[in-house]
């Protein structure tokens, strides 16, 4: 119901009219009604929503890994990888999709950093496969540091560090994980291939390998100095499934 206000302004609702006062003037429009999603809009919404709990529980389990060396739009990033990698299941109806029904495999190569994307700064190809008892295999192939990775001036040091995560999305389940490091020397020879197996993951886990490398100065007295930063923090994933 519309009333007469102070100074003969109306204000409220009237049939499709809606009246209000605006800076002293009389506004007048048309009601916009009740506003009504379809099932597919509530189950979009509803996907999304689901995205952004997995996303979350995920940089829970990278937590340490990620040492807080993101750039600072990677949590919307990320939750938007999850969103369009369920999208690229088209067999699949809106809310059946989950990364236990889903290929998530549009998420490999997701950058933690995008001021310094780990394929530019590591140029081996990484292959990453995991065995019917849940083992992950990592082979990173013959390198050559010199011209392979890319290091930062006054920097002679760099590890480079492959990390397995399991979850199960939940914050009742512990997540389950295991690493391992590979000192890569600017002035060092030419290194052999390298072959990592993980233990045993949990089964009915959602598994996500990632790698970064890390950059040091050594010094007798404090041992390592590493100089990775919000800006320099190659990190990347290189596999995801269950």
Known sequence: MAHIRNKNFISGATGNLVFRNLNGKQIIQSHPG???????????ASEFSH????????????????????????YRRLTGAFYNA?????????GQRTPFTADMKAL????????????KYFLPEITVVMDSQRQ???TIPELEPKSQIRFTEGVPHAELVVYACATKFEASSPIADAFFTLPIPLDGAVQSETVWTSPALPEGYFVVVAAKLLYYEENQFMGKKYSNSDVLNP???????I
Not at 108 to 119: L, V
Request: overall charge positive.
């Open 86 to 94: 369920l999208l690229e299941n088209t067999h699949l109806s809106k």
């Open 51 to 74: 995205c952004s709990r997995w996303a979350k529980h995920l940089r829970i389990g990278l937590h340490s890994f990620l040492a807080g060396h993101t750039d600072s739009y990677m």
């Open 34 to 44: 009740e506003i009504r999603q379809t099932r597919a809009t509530v189950a979009s």
């Open 235 to 241: 990190c990347s994933i290189l596999f995801c499934g």
């Open 108 to 119: 490999e190569g997701f950058e933690f950093n995008i001021h310094s994307p780990f394929k």
């Open 136 to 138: 992950v295999q990592v």
